[in-house]
């Protein structure tokens, strides 16, 4: 049974960070990309961060490219989104994703499974 469960979501102020986690179970990581999708109230779910299962290659959305990094610890089976300089504008109930394929080519028309999300919101 594939389970993805983040954690690391909450309330910061602008300018604050926040790093996120994605435990993943029931399949092989190491052979999948990994990806963090958002959702604001009222938004579409917008793709976020994708890395490839060989950690050769990232992608970021240009909405927080510089500020956020994502990477991977198959050993811990985890994914992570470490976000600087938050805005408000980053508010949104944030996803990991199971991406069906290695590489994050088209990675938001190739997600396999969806996590259950975790809050974060940024505000003063």
């Known amino acids: 049974q594939v389970q993805l469960v983040e954690s690391g979501g909450g309330l910061v102020q602008p300018g604050g960070s926040l790093r996120l986690s994605c435990v993943a179970s029931?399949?092989?990581?190491?052979?999948?990309?990994m990806a963090w999708f958002r959702q604001a109230p009222g938004k579409e779910r917008e793709g976020v961060s994708c890395?490839?299962?060989?950690?050769?290659?990232?992608y970021y959305a240009d909405s927080v490219k510089g500020r956020f990094t994502i990477s991977r610890d198959n050993s811990k089976r985890t994914v992570y989104l470490q976000m600087n300089r938050l805005k408000p504008e980053d508010t949104a109930t944030y996803y990991c994703?199971?991406?069906?394929?290695?590489?994050?080519?088209?990675?938001?028309?190739?997600?396999?499974?969806w996590g259950q999300g975790t809050q974060v919101t940024v505000s003063s």
């Open positions: 029931g399949f092989t990581l190491d052979y999948y990309a």
């Open positions: 994703a199971n991406i069906k394929w290695a590489q994050c080519h088209d990675y938001a028309s190739r997600v396999g499974f």
């Open positions: 890395i490839s299962s060989s950690e050769r290659t990232t």
